[in-house]
C-alpha cells in the first residue's frame, strides 16, 4: 500500500483520523499528517475507507 | 424479500451520488451501476466553488471528485448531460432521455437547487452559487464590479463575502438576522462573525431586508433595502439558501415534504433510497426527522444508502459535520448547533482567537463548535456523539 495526501486540499476535518487513526494524525491547523505511509494490509480497510471519507478527496491510495 | 438487485441506478453524479457508486463496487456490487448527471461536467467538488475557485487558486479541473479513468475501473455507466424527468415506483423505472430505465434499486441523490431572489430571472448581474458554472460567472463579473451586494449572510453569504474581500472587491453582506450565520450557530458565535467581517471592512448591513432588487430593465442596478437605503451595485449574489431538486419526482406518490423522505436506513419507498442534500431521514439518536446539507453527510449517507441498497443496511445514525473558511478562520461542527439553548466556551477563549464551545439543549450536549481548533474539536466531539449531561461537560 502506498498512501499520499494532497495537503493542499486538506480542509482539516479529521474524518481520516477517526476512520485510520494509526496512520493518519492532524497538525495544530487541523492538516493531515502521515504517521505512515506503507501501513500494514491488515489496515487497508480502514485506510480505504478514510480515503472515501475524506471530504476533499485529498487521500490517494495504491495498492 | 426481494432478490438482490442485479441493477442498480442512480440518479445524481455529485458527491453523494458518486460515493455510492463507489462503495458499491467497494461492497462488493458486481451488477450494472447506471449514474444520471444533469450537469454536463463529471462530478466534482462543490465547496472549494466558494473558496479556491472563487479566488482564483485552483482551476475548475482540479474540483474533479473522481480521477477519469476511476469511472472504467468502477465499471460504472455515467450518463452526463442529461437529467432523469420522471419516476414510477411501481414499474420500476426512472425516465431518462424520453427512455424508461429499469431498476432493481434505485439512489436519488440530485441535491438541492439554489433559491432565486423573486422576479430576477434572466436579469443580468445577479448570481447564485451552486455549480461550478455559476462559479465562474459570478468570480468573472464580481471582478469587474465596483462592489458586490451579497443577499444572505448563511454559510454561503458569509463565507463568498470572505473570498471576495480576500481578491479585494467591496462587499456589502445583508441579512435580516443580528449577525452572519446566526441561525446556524447561535448568537455568541455569530457576533464573533460580525466582527470578523468587520474587520476585514465588509460593509454589514443586519437585521435590514431587501425590498426589491432594481434594474434598468436588463442589469441589476441595486438592491433597496426596507428602510428605503439604495445600495448601487452592477454584481449581486444572492444565498438565501436552497431548495431540494425533487420537481423530477412529482406525482411519484414518494413524501416530497423538505426533500424526499425516507426512513431510517434511508429508505423513501420499496426499492427507492436517497442520499446527500435532497434527503430526510428519519435520525433515531435524534427521534425525529432531519435533512443536512453539509459536504460530509453527502459521503456518509451515500456509503449507508449504498449498504442498505444491498441488504445490509443498519440505521444511519451520524454525528453531522461542517466546516467553513473564512479568512484564516477556520470554523467547525459536530452536531447540531441551531436551535440550541446553552452555549459555553469550554477551551481556549475568543480573544485569542481560537476556542471550543458547547452548544446544549436542556440537560445534554447537541453541539461542539471550534474557532480555529481543529484538534480540540476532534477532541470534544465525543461529548456529542455521546450525547453528555450538560454539567460534566462544562465541568470537565
Ligand atoms: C458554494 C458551496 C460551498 C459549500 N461549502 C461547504 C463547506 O464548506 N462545508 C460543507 O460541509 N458543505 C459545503 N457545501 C455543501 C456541499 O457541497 C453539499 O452538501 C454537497 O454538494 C451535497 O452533495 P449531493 O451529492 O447531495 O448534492 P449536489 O452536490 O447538489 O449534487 C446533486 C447533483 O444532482 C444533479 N441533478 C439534480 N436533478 C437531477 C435530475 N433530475 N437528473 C439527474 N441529475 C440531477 C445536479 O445537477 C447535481 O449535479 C457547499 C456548497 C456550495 C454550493
Ligand atoms: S479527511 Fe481529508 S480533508 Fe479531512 S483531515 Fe483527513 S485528509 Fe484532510
Not at chain 2, 46 to 52: G, H, I, N, V
Amino acid at each position: 500500500m502506498k498512501i499520499t495526501v494532497e495537503i493542499d486540499r486538506c480542509v482539516g476535518g479529521g474524518q481520516c483520523v477517526m476512520a485510520a487513526p494509526d496512520v493518519f494524525d492532524q497538525d495544530d491547523d487541523g492538516l493531515a499528517v502521515l504517521l505512515d505511509p506503507d501501513p500494514p494490509a491488515g489496515l487497508a480497510d480502514d485506510v480505504q475507507l478514510a480515503a472515501r471519507l475524506c471530504p476533499a478527496r485529498a487521500i490517494v491510495v495504491e495498492a | 424479500m426481494t432478490p438482490p438487485p442485479r441493477r442498480i441506478v442512480v440518479v445524481g453524479a455529485s458527491a453523494a451520488g458518486l460515493t455510492a457508486a463507489e462503495s458499491l463496487r467497494a461492497d462488493g456490487f458486481d451488477g450494472d451501476v447506471t449514474v444520471i448527471g444533469a450537469e454536463p461536467h463529471a462530478g466534482y467538488d462543490r465547496p472549494p466553488l466558494s473558496k479556491q475557485l472563487l479566488s482564483g487558486a485552483w482551476e475548475a479541473q482540479r474540483l474533479e471528485l473522481l480521477p477519469h479513468h476511476r469511472y472504467d475501473e468502477l465499471g460504472i455507466d455515467c450518463r452526463l448531460g442529461t437529467a432523469a424527468t420522471a419516476l414510477d415506483v411501481a414499474g420500476r423505472t426512472v425516465r431518462v432521455d424520453g427512455a424508461d430505465l429499469g431498476y432493481d434499486r434505485l439512489l436519488i441523490a440530485t441535491g438541492v437547487r439554489p433559491r432565486t431572489w423573486p422576479g430576477t430571472e434572466g436579469l443580468r448581474g445577479v448570481h447564485v452559487l451552486r455549480t461550478v458554472d455559476d462559479a465562474v460567472a459570478f468570480r468573472e463579473a464580481a471582478l469587474s464590479a465596483r462592489r458586490v451586494v451579497v443577499i444572505g449572510a448563511g454559510f454561503l453569504g458569509a463565507e463568498a463575502a470572505a473570498t471576495l474581500r480576500g481578491l479585494g472587491v467591496p462587499v456589502t453582506l445583508v441579512d435580516p438576522a443580528p449577525a452572519p450565520m446566526q441561525r446556524q450557530v447561535g448568537p455568541d458565535v455569530a457576533r464573533l462573525l460580525a466582527g470578523l467581517h468587520a474587520e476585514h471592512d465588509v460593509d454589514l448591513r443586519l437585521g435590514a431586508t431587501v425590498r426589491a432588487v432594481e434594474d434598468d430593465g436588463d442589469h441589476v442596478t441595486g438592491v433597496r433595502l426596507g428602510d428605503g437605503t439604495a445600495l448601487r451595485t452592477t454584481c449581486v449574489l444572492v444565498a438565501i439558501g436552497a431548495t431540494p431538486a425533487t420537481a423530477w419526482l412529482d406525482g411519484s406518490g414518494l413524501d416530497l415534504t423538505d426533500g424526499v423522505g425516507c426512513d431510517a436506513q434511508c429508505r423513501a419507498a420499496p426499492d427507492v433510497f436517497a442520499a446527500g442534500d435532497v434527503a430526510r431521514w428519519f435520525h433515531r439518536g435524534y427521534g425525529t426527522s432531519v435533512r443536512v446539507e453539509h459536504r460530509t453527510n453527502a459521503t456518509e449517507q451515500a456509503m449507508a444508502a449504498a449498504r442498505a441498497m444491498l441488504g445490509a443496511g443498519g440505521p444511519y445514525e451520524p454525528v453531522p459535520y461542517v466546516w467553513s473558511d473564512q479568512y484564516d478562520t477556520k470554523i467547525q461542527a459536530y452536531g447540531r448547533t441551531a436551535g440550541a439553548d446553552r452555549f459555553a466556551v469550554i477551551s481556549g477563549s475568543p480573544d485569542d482567537r481560537r476556542f471550543v464551545a458547547v452548544y446544549g439543549r436542556g440537560e445534554r450536549v447537541v453541539g461542539v463548535l471550534g474557532w480555529r481548533s481543529p484538534r480540540e474539536l476532534l477532541r470534544a466531539r465525543a461529548l456529542v456523539a455521546a450525547g453528555v449531561a450538560w454539567r460534566d461537560a462544562v465541568a470537565a
